[in-house]
């Protein structure tokens, strides 16, 4: 039981309420008084006849305005709050004595190192984090906050090391241990995002309303906010300059420059000079020019295309992402460049890898955080709301009021294949527009190839038996589709085959986790 005992500030009020307990033989477990002068006491429970007796007889001591219970101890409560704080912060928190011993840590430790709070407590802080000296810094004499890059479960943290110092009398205070904060790269990477970033949402001008492209726009959130290269994955047409702008936008780069390089349309020594930029007197040039790396400093380049690069440049390339460094073409001197990397690719890059066609170190500095944008066939959610935006954009340009879709026209938009994806759709829109007339979009307006030319997968002059093509468009459409449907057996539903043959054909083909990119 405990009692909140408001009073006034009188010599002796206190001595007067402990008597009392005494008489009544009560084993008192705790006494607090607050800076309002309140009093507060912590005792067993009574039985109720007593406790009747009690609270009139408090009441009548002189000086005493009101007695009530009270859950809490002001210490307890004190002790509660801060607990709930610890256990709600998503961030590791180990609390050590002066030896550097766990004391307390919250549920984000717990999780991380999947074992329970017993285990750790009593344990040297130094074995689960390390880089740091504790003991040492302990026992310095002057023993200051610090913050350093430390590593906690085998990966980089940023901690803060924080003193914990109670009063003493006198004035001092007296260093009771320390508490550690950690927040890794991709903690910072959300609040400096969300420090830095504009009113607009970033993404909104993504079509998600199918749900792989809402999986796309999720996953394309989180990677934002990190600092790593990026890679797109996905047919052409499918708007994945769209998506990099958008994770430009939504960085803490967002203030830089956004800089793009299509690997495929120029020639090799034209991509480097564009890339490297070239020093003077280089190919006769007096003055030295700056490439798209030193223009995009602080910012973001795109690589457009990268499994088009050559190996000249994949060299080049591959030093940039690993330290920061490059040359200019015709230069000695180093420059060093703080640039992201987003490339995207609609090839295969494993498969270019194993022919040797694309360097493989490259690829897996590449594929680290990397996503495969789905093509419009496989989002036919999206295709209505696509157009009707299309359709309103456009028609502002044209001076017109935009055309409603009938059903005829929204039937055959969503069982069209769309090879070329988005900007096919925009591109037979625009020009269905422009030859229209009336305010309804029907069928006989869209002007697309057949969809039996558009999904011809075989080229007419092709060598092989009919089984080996068979077998290159069964293993084409299962690293499509494995992304999507991860399990053999939601695969095996999707195509309407036994979970023992979806897992033996994905066996032969060498189709799992670690060959196609989640």
């Known amino acids: 039981m405990r009692l909140e005992i408001s009073c006034q500030d009188r010599l002796g009020i206190t001595q007067d309420v402990l008597?009392?307990?005494?008489?009544?033989?009560?084993?008192?477990?705790?006494?607090?008084?607050?800076?309002?002068?309140?009093?507060?006491?912590?005792?067993?429970?009574?039985?109720?006849?007593?406790?009747?007796?009690?609270?009139?007889?408090?009441?009548?001591?002189?000086?005493?305005?009101?007695?009530?219970?009270?859950?809490?101890?002001?210490?307890?409560?004190?002790?509660?709050?801060?607990?709930?704080?610890l256990q709600t912060l998503p961030d590791p928190v180990f609390s050590?004595?002066?030896?550097?011993?766990?004391?307390?840590?919250?549920?984000?430790?717990?999780?991380?190192?999947?074992?329970?709070?017993?285990?750790l407590i009593g344990q040297d802080i130094s074995e689960f984090v390390k880089g740091f000296n504790f003991l040492k810094w302990l026992e310095s004499k002057d023993v200051l906050a610090q913050t350093h890059k430390l590593k906690f479960i085998e990966q980089d943290f940023l901690a803060d090391i924080l003193p914990v110092m109670v009063p003493d009398v006198?004035?001092?205070?007296?260093?009771?241990?320390?508490?550690?904060?950690?927040?890794?790269?991709?903690?910072?990477?959300?609040?400096?995002?969300?420090?830095?970033?504009?009113?607009n949402e970033s993404f909104s001008v993504i079509q998600a309303s199918s749900s792989a492209m809402k999986k796309v726009?999720?996953?394309?959130?989180?990677?934002?906010?990190?600092?790593?290269?990026?890679?797109?994955?996905?047919?052409t047409g499918t708007g994945k300059e769209l998506l990099?702008?958008?994770?430009?936008?939504?960085?803490?780069?967002?203030?830089?420059?956004?800089?793009?390089?299509?690997?495929?349309?120029?020639?090799?020594?034209?991509?480097?000079?564009?890339?490297?930029?070239?020093?003077?007197?280089?190919?006769?040039?007096?003055?030295p020019k700056q490439g798209l790396l030193e223009l995009a400093q602080g910012g973001t380049l795109f690589l457009d295309e990268v499994g088009d690069m050559s190996p000249q440049l994949q060299v080049k390339l591959l030093r940039v992402i690993q330290d920061g460094t490059f040359r200019r073409v015709g230069d000695s001197k180093e420059l060093k460049v703080d640039v992201r990397i987003v490339c995207t690719t609609q090839k295969d890059l494993a498969q270019l890898v194993q022919e040797g066609k694309f360097r493989e170190d490259l690829y897996y500095r590449l594929n680290v955080l990397s996503i495969v944008v789905p093509p419009l066939r496989d989002r036919k959610n999206d295709i209505v709301a696509l157009a009707e935006k299309f359709l309103r954009q456009h028609s502002v340009k044209l001076g017109r009021r935009p055309p409603k879709l009938n059903k005829s026209c929204v039937e055959y938009l969503q069982t069209y294949p769309w090879p070329g994806n988005v900007r096919q759709l925009e591109n037979a829109l625009y020009r269905a527009l422009s030859l229209m007339d009336g305010n309804e979009l029907n069928r006989e307006h869209i002007q697309l190839p057949s969809a039996s030319t558009s999904v011809s997968f075989v080229p007419e002059d092709f060598e092989g038996s009919l089984e080996e093509e068979v077998k290159r468009f069964e293993k084409s459409l299962l690293r499509r589709l494995y992304p999507f449907y991860p399990s053999t057996r939601q695969l095996a539903k999707k195509l309407g085959l036994s979970h023992t043959a979806i897992a033996n054909k994905l066996r032969e083909y060498n189709i799992n986790k670690k060959t196609v990119k989640m």
Request: glycine share 8%; aromatic share 8%.
């Open 96 to 119: 050590v004595d002066t030896k550097g011993r766990i004391i307390l840590v919250n549920e984000a430790v717990i999780t991380s190192l999947e074992t329970e709070a017993r285990a």
């Open 217 to 235: 726009v999720r996953e394309a959130t989180r990677m934002a906010e990190l600092d790593g290269p990026m890679l797109i994955f996905g047919e």
């Open 19 to 85: 008597d009392i307990l005494v008489n009544y033989e009560i084993d008192l477990r705790g006494i607090e008084i607050d800076s309002a002068g309140k009093i507060f006491l912590n005792f067993p429970n009574i039985e109720f006849a007593d406790f009747q007796h009690l609270m009139p007889e408090i009441r009548r001591i002189e000086g005493i305005e009101d007695v009530k219970t009270t859950p809490f101890m002001p210490v307890e409560r004190e002790q509660h709050q801060l607990r709930a704080l």
């Open 170 to 199: 006198g004035g001092t205070s007296i260093l009771a241990g320390a508490l550690i904060m950690l927040k890794s790269e991709y903690r910072l990477g959300q609040q400096l995002t969300v420090f830095h970033k504009t009113s």
């Open 244 to 287: 990099a702008k958008a994770c430009h936008e939504a960085s803490r780069r967002a203030s830089g420059e956004f800089l793009a390089l299509n690997c495929a349309s120029l020639p090799d020594n034209v991509a480097e000079t564009e890339l490297f930029g070239y020093a003077a007197g280089a190919f006769g040039q007096p003055e």
